[in-house]
């Protein structure tokens, strides 16, 4: 079986380039570096987070669940803590410095949803904290999923169609009547993001035989969700140029950030977790992507910052990449590492199976086939392996957006 990586981290290193170039667009080149396309729009970058993000957590605690007969939340919240608290208060901490210098003001509110992971329900009141409403939707996640997942029983997946109907139903609602806390940063609005990777999950191993199968018919096939993204973002700017007054179905269900795209975005993560020996592949497994990818996180956390005018030079372009990443380096080594290194050394609950275990008993991969090369996510997904961080970091796992 190869050990070689899929490009999981390529993918969050190109959502965090989305984000941040994004940014860059808006406070340095005020949107004129490259208009028109989603493409390039920091939303289309933290939906792919959020995608992934739904994807891998359900991954592991379906792994979890055939292993152990159950999850445990006191090991899932704790592992959420401390995988994700360290860096977020360090920036909160950092800024209470900078405020406390008078570079930076936050109001009480700010701060207070801030600190209670609210934030997408209170993310327009200052640049600096904005960025933390992903993650307040990711934290809400993560409170509430867990719970279904583990008293639920099958019929989480009810729940989980529940949720991606009802999130562009908020949308469509959103489009027509403003309403404070409802608009699109919120949990309302963005939760089927998450929803749609969890899906995809728990029917991994069906999608990823029909992958299989129209591949082999032709090898063409992969290429299908790539095209109809162009082809939704196409459609978008095409009803704002013409008016054509679609945006009641495209706002909820057409754009890149709608149902449709994030169908198409975990489509492409499960081809790209099992194709990776293809042009596709081999770009998102280069050495630059996976180093990005494993700083996605403190990347994302950090660079809000560096395009802040408060903060004077420091925002300016090209010094303010530099900071960004020279900043989510110092990030990601003095802080999530050894966080990392604290979580792989929690108590484990149970023995390492075997294959028989599998989450993905049904699947049949051909083994021999040219055009399916196994790897170590495959291993993952075969052996429920336990979540073991410094695995996971290999296939780019990180639960944050």
Same mark, same amino acid.
Request: aromatic letters at 16%.
């Given at each position: 079986?190869?050990?070689q990586?899929p490009?999981?981290?390529g993918?969050?290193?190109?959502?965090i380039?989305?984000?941040?170039?994004?940014?860059?667009?808006i406070?340095?080149?005020?949107g004129?570096?490259?208009?028109g396309?989603?493409?390039?729009?920091?939303?289309?970058?933290v939906?792919?987070f959020?995608?992934?993000s739904?994807?891998l957590?359900?991954?592991?605690?379906?792994?979890?669940?055939n292993?152990?007969?159950?999850?445990?939340?006191?090991d899932?919240?704790?592992?959420?803590?401390?995988?994700?608290?360290p860096?977020?208060?360090v920036?909160l901490?950092?800024?209470?410095?900078?405020?406390?210098?008078?570079?930076?003001?936050?109001s009480?509110?700010?701060w207070?949803?801030?600190?209670?992971?609210?934030?997408?329900?209170?993310w327009?009141?200052?640049?600096e904290?904005a960025?933390?409403?992903?993650l307040?939707?990711?934290?809400q996640?993560?409170?509430?999923?867990p719970?279904?997942?583990?008293?639920?029983g099958?019929?989480?997946?009810?729940?989980?169609?529940f949720v991606?109907?009802l999130?562009?139903i908020c949308?469509?609602i959103?489009?027509?009547y403003?309403?404070?806390?409802?608009?699109?940063?919120?949990?309302?609005?963005r939760?089927?993001?998450?929803m749609?990777?969890?899906?995809?999950?728990?029917y991994?191993?069906r999608?990823?035989?029909?992958?299989?199968?129209?591949?082999?018919?032709?090898?063409?096939?992969?290429?299908?969700?790539?095209?109809?993204?162009?082809?939704? @973002? =196409?459609?978008t700017?095409?009803n704002?140029? *013409?008016n054509?007054h $679609?945006?009641m179905l !495209?706002?909820?269900?057409?754009?890149?950030?709608g149902?449709?795209?994030?169908?198409?975005?975990?489509?492409i993560?499960?081809?790209?977790?099992?194709?990776?020996?293809n042009?596709?592949?081999?770009?998102?497994n280069?050495?630059?992507m996976n180093?990005?990818?494993?700083?996605?996180?403190s990347?994302?956390?950090?660079?809000q910052?560096?395009?802040?005018?408060?903060?004077g030079?420091?925002?300016s372009?090209?010094?303010n990449?530099?900071?960004?990443f020279l900043v989510a380096n110092?990030?990601?080594?003095?802080?999530e590492?050894?966080?990392?290194?604290?979580?792989?050394?929690?108590?484990?609950?149970?023995?390492?199976?075997?294959?028989?275990?599998?989450?993905?008993?049904?699947?049949q991969p051909?083994?021999?086939s040219e055009?399916?090369?196994?790897?170590?996510? @495959? =291993?993952?997904?075969?052996t429920n392996?336990r *979540?073991?961080?410094l $695995?996971?970091?290999? !296939?780019?796992?990180s639960e944050?957006?």
């Amino acid at each position: 079986m190869k050990k070689q990586i899929p490009g999981l981290n390529g993918l969050r290193a190109l959502s965090i380039f989305i984000v941040i170039f994004s940014h860059l667009n808006i406070r340095n080149y005020h949107g004129q570096l490259v208009p028109g396309t989603q493409f390039l729009d920091g939303q289309f970058g933290v939906t792919i987070f959020f995608v992934l993000s739904g994807f891998l957590i359900t991954t592991l605690l379906l792994n979890e669940e055939n292993r152990l007969g159950e999850i445990s939340l006191r090991d899932f919240y704790l592992k959420r803590i401390i995988r994700i608290f360290p860096v977020y208060f360090v920036l909160l901490a950092v800024y209470n410095i900078l405020q406390a210098k008078h570079v930076l003001h936050f109001s009480t509110i700010s701060w207070l949803t801030a600190i209670t992971y609210t934030k997408d329900f209170n993310w327009n009141t200052d640049w600096e904290m904005a960025h933390l409403w992903s993650l307040s939707v990711e934290e809400q996640f993560y409170l509430f999923w867990p719970l279904v997942f583990l008293f639920a029983g099958k019929r989480r997946v009810r729940f989980a169609f529940f949720v991606v109907i009802l999130a562009p139903i908020c949308r469509m609602i959103a489009a027509r009547y403003e309403h404070p806390g409802f608009d699109m940063y919120s949990i309302f609005q963005r939760s089927d993001a998450l929803m749609w990777g969890c899906i995809f999950a728990i029917y991994h191993s069906r999608i990823l035989a029909f992958i299989q199968r129209m591949v082999s018919i032709n090898r063409l096939m992969l290429l299908v969700p790539f095209l109809l993204l162009i082809a939704v @973002d =196409q459609f978008t700017q095409l009803n704002h140029i *013409y008016n054509w007054h $679609l945006g009641m179905l !495209i706002v909820p269900f057409g754009n890149l950030t709608g149902t449709l795209g994030c169908i198409l975005i975990a489509t492409i993560i499960i081809f790209t977790g099992h194709y990776s020996d293809n042009i596709w592949g081999r770009f998102l497994n280069t050495k630059v992507m996976n180093y990005i990818g494993v700083l996605s996180y403190s990347l994302y956390i950090w660079q809000q910052l560096f395009f802040s005018h408060k903060i004077g030079i420091f925002s300016s372009w090209p010094l303010n990449i530099v900071m960004i990443f020279l900043v989510a380096n110092v990030s990601y080594y003095f802080i999530e590492k050894p966080f990392l290194g604290l979580k792989n050394r929690m108590p484990k609950r149970g023995p390492y199976p075997g294959p028989e275990y599998s989450v993905h008993q049904d699947r049949q991969p051909e083994a021999e086939s040219e055009i399916y090369q196994p790897n170590i996510f @495959d =291993q993952i997904c075969a052996t429920n392996s336990r *979540y073991d961080p410094l $695995l996971l970091q290999k !296939i780019g796992y990180s639960e944050h957006a």
